[in-house]
């Protein structure tokens, strides 16, 4: 599968932004799919993942009850709703995505991820 990410950009502090990431192939509902960020200097972190069947979300808690994860089959693609955005969302955003068989899993470790994206660019202002 190929992804893509796009959506990113310059954004107040407290304000939202919504990436969207867009996979190819026809086998889109067999991959589990997260959201990583990475800001200079520091190690990519997880942010968000949900299941195949969208069922179940996880999220770091740097950002939980502030971003929302979510999938459209239909479209093959996956999205990060970031409300409230705060200076320290500042990153790179990459999404990714395993081939699975669980309908339920979701994973939060980026060594559990087999394809990404491109990453896209969120700086947000104070």
């Known amino acids: 599968v190929q992804l893509q990410a796009f959506g990113g950009g310059l954004v107040q502090a407290g304000g939202s932004l919504r990436l969207s990431c867009a996979a190819s192939g026809r086998t889109f509902s067999s991959y589990v799919m997260g959201w990583f960020r990475q800001a200079p200097g520091k190690e990519r972190e997880f942010v968000g993942g949900?299941?195949?069947?969208?069922?179940?979300?996880y999220y770091a808690a740097s950002v939980k009850g502030r971003f929302t994860i979510s999938r459209d089959s239909a479209e093959n693609t996956v999205y990060l709703q970031m409300n409230s955005l705060k200076p320290e969302d500042t990153a790179v955003y990459y999404c990714a995505a395993r081939f699975t068989s669980s309908s339920n899993d979701v994973y939060t470790g980026d060594d559990q991820y087999n394809y990404w994206g491109q990453g896209t660019q969120v700086t947000v202002s104070s």
């Open positions: 949900i299941s195949r069947n969208g069922a179940n979300t």
